[in-house]
Antibody, heavy 124, light 111 residues
Framework: QVQLVESGGGLVKPGGSLILSCAGS????????MSWIRQAPGKGLEWLSY????????DYADSVKGRFTISRDNAFNSLYLQMNSLRVEDTAVYYC?????????????????WGQGTMVTVSS | QSALTQPASVSGSPGQSITISCTGT?????????VSWYQQHPGKAPKLMIY???HRPSGISDRFSGSKSGNTASLTISGLQAEDEADYYC???????????FGAGTKVTVL
């Protein structure tokens, strides 16, 4: 079935780095824009970054611009998020999500497949 | 980029209809028809319920409907059921430096 599985979360000290991974299966991974979205404990959703199908185009939320880097390897159906200079406020569940497409059309701000999330805790 | 404004909570009895609002600006909700709604049960990933303001993905009940007027989008749940109790988030494309923004979320309680 169509599935996304994140990994790589954990406990890291402020100023540290972490790499999250997201493995896609059950669909043609290379055909879809992918995003990272996070949710701090007890809080709402925050979109972080997206990457185009081939990886040429990326964009970031102001809150992580210059600190986080999104990438993908379509040969391995995988999405990544390199997180540097981590702050306490980066503590959250991190989700990867697929941009929704129907037929030949794809829709901004619509994410139809989500992973189960991976928890990142930034604490000293 | 500020989150879109949603009421913190909305409640209704089984069978009733409820509406959740999502207020933004002309730079997001009012300027584009790229508004989506998500349902999230505790401990679960969000689920896409509505895209492009009014459209339901395959498999989503027609009890869920979306609309927009000016800078405010709305999600209506008709024939409220116990399983509709969840958090609901709106999202929109924006012309700001952060291209996508979510609302703060609305907790729906079925009385």
């Amino acid at each position: 079935q169509v599935q996304l599985v994140e990994s790589g979360g954990g406990l890291v000290k402020p100023g540290g780095s972490l790499i999250l991974s997201c493995a896609g299966s059950g669909f043609i991974f290379s055909n879809y824009y992918m995003s990272w979205i996070r949710q701090a404990p007890g809080k709402g959703l925050e979109w972080l970054s997206y990457i185009s199908t081939g990886g040429s185009y990326t964009d970031y939320a102001d809150s992580v611009k210059g600190r986080f880097t999104i990438s993908r390897d379509n040969a391995f159906n995988s999405l990544y998020l390199q997180m540097n200079s981590l702050r306490v406020e980066d503590t959250a569940v991190y989700y990867c999500a697929r941009r929704f497409c129907s037929g030949a059309s794809c829709y901004p701000a619509a994410f139809d497949v989500w992973g189960q999330g991976t928890m990142v805790t930034v604490s000293s | 980029q500020s989150a879109l404004t949603q009421p913190a909570s909305v409640s209704g009895s089984p069978g009733q209809s409820i509406t959740i609002s999502c207020t933004g600006t002309s730079s997001d909700v009012g300027g584009y028809n790229y508004v989506s709604w998500y349902q999230q049960h505790p401990g679960k990933a969000p689920k896409l319920m509505i895209y492009e303001v009014t459209h339901r993905p395959s498999g989503i009940s027609d009890r869920f409907s979306g609309s927009k007027s000016g800078n405010t989008a709305s999600l209506t749940i008709s024939g409220l059921q116990a399983e509709d109790e969840a958090d609901y988030y709106c999202s929109s494309y924006t012309s700001s430096t952060t291209p996508f923004v979510f609302g703060a979320g609305t907790k729906v309680t079925v009385l």
